[in-house]
């Protein structure tokens, strides 16, 4: 039975992955705590709330590995900490995505806190990394809009299937959580409810983090608020090279992930939410429209987005079954 | 006082336009029928509900303006006999808007109904066609999607600033109430609710509408549900001509629309349902993404995007003040 | 034309107030400010957003009547230099609700503002007070959950038609625009959308005005959080005094409300959240349930809960249709 | 292993028991059915739907355990073939729940379709007959709202701390699956969305069962449709006897359920349904209001109120641990 601690528990993502851990045959939340310095310990809300307890990095030392969910800029310093404990540690923040300092700097407003750490972190997309994610330290879990966008777009990238001069457009839609559990205008209910809209247009976060992994600058990326809570839906629109098919595209990812348990490419038909929340799956489906192809894809932002891949990077650091618990 | 008919008021435009007109000071619905032939007349459900008539063609007769909220296919037999009774008529179904009598049995997956009158009909967007719907006798009011697509890109396309040869992108999403009031599996609370999905890709019947109006086959369209009630958002990726920038374009549209009641260009920050939900505007705003220029613009599917629109129409019709009902 | 200022603009109902402000035809929104002191003027957010001024009570002078949308305990002293202004005053907030001034200090938590003016102001609930309204100079306007009580319950009150020694319950349910625009942890989306709950349980300030107004202290009284915008559902449970049906008490309703523009009594069926939203209306509906009878009562928080009724008694104040600008 | 049945399995709590048992160590699903008779095997709409064979009764004979997810009515021919073939049957329809042949004619407007099971039949609120589960061939699952209301008021009851004279109310609001998964004006979006609505008030079919297994006639029941997809919240007014207190009576739910391990007794807070949402626990609160005691419970309908519940029974039937499952 492998320990493993939460630090960071209270937020969206942490109460996602302590449900997860508590499914889990082999795997077990020992220590479950707030990354807040200082915070006290909140006696829960409702029964079935978790005891969060302070921030304490000793006690990290009895863990085999350790899940940080903590807010971009605050994750470092517990990671430094917990690799000198010897843990396995996934980063569910920002923190080490974007391997280039400078360019953290410039796209989160401050220099960026362990660069030391920069050039070990594993960009943790697991169907593309996982030789990586085996012998990794640290994982620098994907961000929710990244992992939707790149698993469709990958391989039809490696497998020459786009138009190298050609943007590839990913417009992709967001439920609620993604915004996190902290009140403010955005996720005030008035806002939210029977509403919809772009945001960050042109210059969300998001954008550069796809660009360094598909390794182009032709990504355009336009983030949306849905009125949900879960799920983040991407449509995806593609110049194939003259001669490729959407059936080609259909086929190539087909192949792909044929035997990946977390993937799934609709034969016919398209990907919705509502197949996808609660799971640790990306959908997608591909079809012609015009001059273009469109691909949709579907993922769980809290799930595949984020807790769920950090425990399939978990299992798979830790040399358990990579869909232990995700099933 | 202009009497006016509202036929197939039971569906949600019909009684979207009850209101507007409850709330024009020169305009009484005099005739509100269900277009069911042989349809009884219901009582009300509840006391705020309009009664509804039989369809009886001869009352026609009495009206100066007569407004078709039906079904594709039923609008024609009623629309010819309102002319024949010399009535004004703007048809908020399909039946009109495609002026190629061939594209409409290809799209619709019939033959048309009323053939000798596709010449005569006028495509109401009526910021774009104004002069023309004051001569008309038909409008075909334009469909939802179709306007929130076709008033930003119309003035970009007019004054050249557009690659001739990049695809024009609309990536769209309506509320539940385009769907219509009828029960079926697509607007069943349990699939809308905490749900979103594309359909159509490719494929949607206003993509060749969009086509005809913009004049150019390069239209790519993606129509989407969202878990709302009301409202249309479409995001649309525009690739400029060397040299033309994102100002430009705003500014294009700015000037274009400086004087247009309905018609708001965002100097900054971006347009939400929020904004247009229950009024007759469409608001835009435009920006740079990477190497293309997204322009996002919203409108209520069930005032702008229908009935608003229809009203408006008709009061350009009948010589009336062209904002009357709908501030 | 009647000149009015709305202050505390920028909460849901100094909006609401406006919107139906705008459609008045004889009366106009000449002062829009907030009510925060010291508060700069901020620049609309979109464009359909009013502009908000900064408190001025100086400007006040030039105005027939002013509406107070102010959080409680900031309204009095608006209310006090209003009045000296030779304003007839509306307030929206819970000031002038409770008639005695020890209970007030009780439930609010702080001694009253303006005692002296306790006496002389009016519990506007139209219906029941339209001769007091047309001579007050300052209105109580009700709160939200009690008129969705009170208008039901009274004339069975007044009518001796209920057991005086058993408890009316009402089981009240509201919207989140009831908990204002503020965000916090209530009204954040992820704890409202796909959520329910009681609150104030035994508790709420609302349970003492319905007993003031009703005349009695048996009142039970729960509310509710609905993940709905806007609305008021109240189910209320009654014991008739031996002899008394529902038909009876439906009569005796139907009766009392025949001549009110604003109140419907269902010969049949059940009111709903929709058929009043937007509307100054209370539907309800009266039915025997084992041995006691329900009613159910129905009204939109924001307009016949707060801004309607408040623009209904300022008509009455100023002398003009009482309906105008509700219709 | 045991073998199960889930006959019915494309309706919402067919779908959920399959979710369910999916997590279950000792149990599999080897036998997933409609329950129309003659309807053809239906592929997947969506890659993690559940593949659906025809009905086929004489496959039930490997089975160790059946549940029956089917509507009211035509449980019982399938109940019969598989007791005949010696399963164990859980039925979460309403066929057996009433024991007295001539009420359920009247509430269900037909002659009982198997009067030979009723007296057989045990009625599976597993908390209150575990022994009785344990020795059935047969259970009534039941209703998702006496489940919720049945839980708080049976301990109550039976401890004598109620008014044998006053009436037990039940004002209970329940999410959209509770209506099922078949299209209807009552479950379309634009009439559940944003809105709110009582039904069924004074003759809903869930209280004469409340009323058989609370013991008493005095039940006033209103059920209510929220615009949420899962849960239910009852709100319960209670009159206790001459000193008894709301402490009292929490404390003797606070024993009573003491180590049951589906339902927690709040020493202070109120239950939501976000609280139960997705788990097999019932949530209570007590709490004093005016004269009365209130108790508000909430349950997930579709786990306690329905494939929870059978589950748990299933597993009392087959000796395995009761929780199995269900944590």
């Given at each position: ?28 939340a ?17 029964p ?7 921030l ?9 590995g ?22 396995k ?5 920002a ?15 401050a ?55 050609a943007?590839?457009i ?36 998001h ?66 939410l509502?197949?996808?929340?609660h ?9 012609a ?39």
């Amino acid at each position: 039975m492998k320990k493993v601690a939460v630090v960071g528990a209270s937020g969206y993502t942490g109460r996602e992955l302590l449900t997860l851990i508590s499914r889990h045959r082999s795997m077990q939340a020992t220590e479950v705590m707030t990354a807040r310095p200082g915070a006290q310990p909140e006696p829960p809300q409702f029964p079935t709330d978790p005891v969060i307890a302070p921030l304490d990095l000793d006690r990290l030392k009895s863990c085999d590995g350790v899940f940080l969910c903590t807010p971009h800029g605050a994750a470092s310093a517990i990671a430094k900490a917990a690799l000198q404990h010897g843990c396995k540690v996934v980063d569910l923040s920002a923190d080490f995505r974007l391997r280039d300092e400078k360019l953290y700097a410039e796209v989160y407003g401050a220099p960026h806190p362990a660069p030391e750490l920069l050039q070990e972190a594993v960009y943790g997309l697991t169907e593309h990394a996982r030789a990586a994610v085996a012998k990794a330290r640290l994982i620098a879990n994907p961000g929710c809009y990244p992992t939707s966008v790149l698993l469709p777009v990958l391989p039809l990238l490696q497998n020459g299937m786009l138009d190298p001069n050609a943007p590839i457009i990913a417009d992709s839609k967001s439920g609620a959580s993604g915004a996190g559990k902290n009140p403010g205008e955005r996720t005030h209910f008035g806002n939210v409810h029977e509403n919809f809209c772009a945001y960050g247009v042109g210059v969300h976060r998001h954008a550069p983090e796809i660009r360094q992994e598909a390794g182009t600058q032709r990504i355009v990326f336009t983030p949306h608020l849905l009125p949900t809570f879960r799920g983040i839906l991407s449509t995806i629109y593609l110049t194939p090279k003259p001669g490729v098919t959407a059936d080609a595209m259909r086929s190539c990812l087909h192949e792909r992930y044929a035997h990946e348990p977390f993937v799934k490419v609709y034969a016919q038909g398209w990907p919705e939410l509502k197949c996808v929340q609660h799971l640790n799956h990306c959908h997608m489906a591909v079809g012609a429209s015009g001059p273009l192809v469109v691909v949709v894809s579907a993922i769980d932002n809290l799930v595949k987005g984020a807790s769920g891949q950090a425990l399939q990077n978990m299992n798979v650091m830790l040399g358990l079954p990579e869909t232990e618990g995700l099933q």
